[in-house]
């Protein structure tokens, strides 16, 4: 089975501080993605990568940046954690879109807390 | 822009009753389609998915989908629901070389 394993299932940061989010999986998968999840806006994707070292912004890129410098790793990175930036993360992994089965496997997901 | 549209943000149903949940995109071209499922707790996992071929899908747990590519749709189907369906689902559409976009997402509710 495929795993995507997200570091931490809870953090809790105060305003300002730099944080980093930590995202592993196991298949060899070429894509992985970040999203954050709220209430009544459902996922929405922070930053994709589909390769080492390559990364493109999704729909809400502001604040976060990201790191893929292995392929089974892809980090999001706040620079300056800010109040609205509370929220779940999930990490997700996929094979390439050029194959056919391109689904989205999951992790945990990561509760951040900025206080 | 490109988006993915659920029709409904909360249900609530009663146990054997038949549910149908609205899934619109507006992407023009091959699409992959998709539904994830969020039970209580647990993580995003994949209950049915749609490539090609036959556009009625069967998935896990009794589920299934029609996909209706004049109408851009992809609607969610059970006929008889059952207690511990209750979680929050998810449409979600890419395109080949594209990213995955996910819908705002259907809160469930059955009543025992």
């Known amino acids: 089975d495929v795993k995507v394993t997200q570091s931490s299932r809870y953090l809790v940061k105060r305003t300002g501080e730099k944080v980093f989010l930590e995202c592993v999986q196991d298949?060899?998968?070429?894509?992985m993605f970040w999203y954050r999840q709220d209430p009544g806006l459902g996922l929405r994707l922070i930053y994709f990568?589909?390769?080492?070292?390559?990364?493109e912004k999704g729909d809400i890129p502001e604040g976060y940046s990201v790191s893929r410098e292995k392929k089974e790793r892809f980090s999001l990175i706040l620079e300056s954690a800010s109040t609205n930036q509370t929220s779940m993360y999930l990490c997700?992994?996929?094979?390439?879109?050029?194959?056919?089965?391109?689904?989205?496997?999951f992790g945990q997901g990561t509760r951040l807390t900025v206080v | 822009a490109q988006s993915v549209s659920q029709h409904n943000h909360h249900v609530i149903l009663s146990e054997a009753a038949s549910l149908e949940l609205g899934c619109n995109y507006s992407?023009?071209?091959?699409?992959?389609l998709f539904w994830y499922v969020q039970y209580p707790g647990q993580h995003l996992q994949l209950l049915l998915k749609?490539?090609?071929?036959?556009?009625l899908v069967k998935g896990i747990k009794g589920f299934e989908a029609e996909f209706i590519k004049s109408k851009f749709s992809f609607n969610l189907r059970k006929p008889s629901v059952q207690w511990s369906d209750t979680a929050e689902y998810f449409c979600?559409?890419?395109?080949?070389?594209?990213?995955?976009?996910f819908g705002k997402g259907t809160r469930l509710h059955i009543l025992p």
């Open positions: 997700a992994s996929s094979l390439s879109p050029r194959q056919e089965n391109t689904e989205a496997f």
């Open positions: 298949m060899d998968h070429e894509n």
């Open positions: 990568s589909y390769d080492v070292k390559m990364k």
């Open positions: 992407y023009g071209g091959t699409v992959n």
């Open positions: 749609y490539f090609s071929g036959d556009p």
């Open positions: 979600a559409v890419n395109k080949k070389d594209d990213k995955i976009i």
